[in-house]
T-cell receptor
Framework: EAGVAQSPRYKIIEKRQSVAFWCNPI?????LYWYQQILGQGPKLLIQ????????DSQLPKDRFSAERLKGVDSTLKIQPAKLEDSAVYLC?????????????FGPGTRLTVL | AQTVTQSQPEMSVQEAETVTLSCTYD???????LFWYKQPPSRQMILVIR??????QNATENRFSVNFQKAAKSFSLKISDSQLGDAAMYFC????????????FGTGTRLKVLA
């Protein structure tokens, strides 16, 4: 079974530029999560999708971050414009459903460096 | 709001010895789930073990076991017969059973295994 795929693995940009990350969850997983993991901290949930609907985006900085999950499959997370404090690893995870406690499977992450 | 605290930024253990990682949490919910995740240097996070709050019996997965103290809101992970491959960041996580089922992670404990 293929795991959660993310691309790119690494990205370096200058502040005020825009960047986009892509995630393809495990086939059949209805729930998709985007986390931000700043160095030395635990993952922080940015947004959670159930199919193509947003379940929780309370910690998403909506003035610069956006995310979509078209057709309830893969998802993109965008930052525009980027700030220095956005340097982090962006993790995507998926699970079978949000209502039950199904295991989250994580992708390898995208390491973003903002200069 | 729920919080998860890991007070040990780093721990060391000799190979084949036992080590315990600590985690405390705060919640007003009576039913919830607790998890330990492992994040090796490659950064792909994997689930180690999980505990359902309504179960009094402590969860066990091979060399990994937990000590769940609901009244004290404590959830420690014991690793027996430590192996070099156990070296990683370990994150404690909480997930409620109401609302959006958001996962809340602690700041992590870096485990070093000494040969």
């Amino acid at each position: 079974e293929a795991g959660v795929a993310q691309s790119p693995r690494y990205k370096i940009i200058e502040k005020r530029q825009s960047v986009a990350f892509w995630c393809n969850p495990i086939s059949g997983h209805a729930t998709l999560y985007w986390y931000q993991q700043i160095l030395g901290q635990g993952p922080k949930l940015l947004i959670q999708f159930q199919n193509n609907g947003v379940v929780d985006d309370s910690q998403l900085p909506k003035d610069r971050f956006s995310a979509e999950r078209l057709k309830g499959v893969d998802s993109t997370l965008k930052i525009q414009p980027a700030k220095l404090e956005d340097s982090a690893v962006y993790l995507c995870a998926s699970s079978l459903a949000g209502g039950k406690v199904n295991e989250q499977f994580f992708g390898p992450g995208t390491r973003l460096t903002v200069l | 709001a729920q919080t998860v605290t890991q007070s040990q930024p780093e721990m060391s253990v000799q190979e084949a010895e036992t080590v315990t990682l600590s985690c405390t949490y705060d919640t007003s919910e009576s039913d919830y789930y607790l998890f330990w995740y492992k994040q090796p240097p490659s950064r792909q996070m994997i689930l180690v073990i999980r505990q359902e709050a309504y179960k009094q019996q402590n969860a066990t997965e091979n060399r990994f076991s937990v000590n769940f103290q609901k009244a004290a809101k404590s959830f420690s992970l014991k690793i027996s017969d430590s192996q070099l491959g156990d070296a990683a960041m370990y994150f404690c996580a909480y997930r409620g059973t109401s609302g959006t089922y958001k996962y809340i992670f602690g700041t992590g404990t870096r485990l070093k295994v000494l040969a």
